[in-house]
Nanobody, 115 residues
Framework: QVQLVESGGGWVQPGGSLRLSCAAS????????MGWYRQAPGKERELVAT???????NYADSVKARFTISRDNAKNTVYLQMNSLKPEDTAVYYC?????????WGKGTLVTVSS
C-alpha cells in the first residue's frame, strides 16, 4: 500500500501563488508517474499535471505556463507550483501516484481563489 498526504492548499486572491506538496509513504518501491488532478464543485475530476519517472511532463491546457510540476524522488514527494491563479482554479486538488497498474490517491487539499 502507498499512502499519500497532500499539503499546501488554502485561500489566495486572483493572481496569487500556492505550492502544493504530496509525500508518499509505505510501499513506495516501483512508483512511476506522479501527478495532480483536481475536481471543482459540480464537475468531474480532471488532470492538472503529471510527471513520469523518466521526467516527461504533461499539463492540462488550462494551466500551461502557470503551473509547474516537479518531483523529488529521494523524498518520494511531488510538488505543484501554481502561479497566476484564477477563480476557475478553485477545486480540491488530489495527488496521484502510479505503481505498476494501480493508481493511488491522496485525500485532497482545497484551493480557493477569490477576492
Amino acid at each position: 500500500q502507498v499512502q499519500l498526504v497532500e499539503s499546501g492548499g488554502g485561500w489566495v486572491q486572483p493572481g496569487g501563488s500556492l505550492r502544493l506538496s504530496c509525500a508518499a509513504s509505505g510501499s513506495i518501491f516501483g512508483i512511476g508517474a506522479m501527478g495532480w488532478y483536481r475536481q471543482a464543485p459540480g464537475k468531474e475530476r480532471e488532470l492538472v499535471a503529471t510527471k513520469a519517472s523518466g521526467g516527461n511532463t504533461n499539463y492540462a491546457d488550462s494551466v500551461k505556463a502557470r503551473f509547474t510540476i516537479s518531483r523529488d524522488n529521494a523524498k518520494n514527494t511531488v510538488y505543484l507550483q501554481m502561479n497566476s491563479l484564477k477563480p476557475e482554479d478553485t477545486a480540491v486538488y488530489y495527488c496521484m501516484m502510479a505503481k505498476y497498474a494501480i493508481n493511488y490517491w491522496g485525500k485532497g487539499t482545497l484551493v480557493t481563489v477569490s477576492s
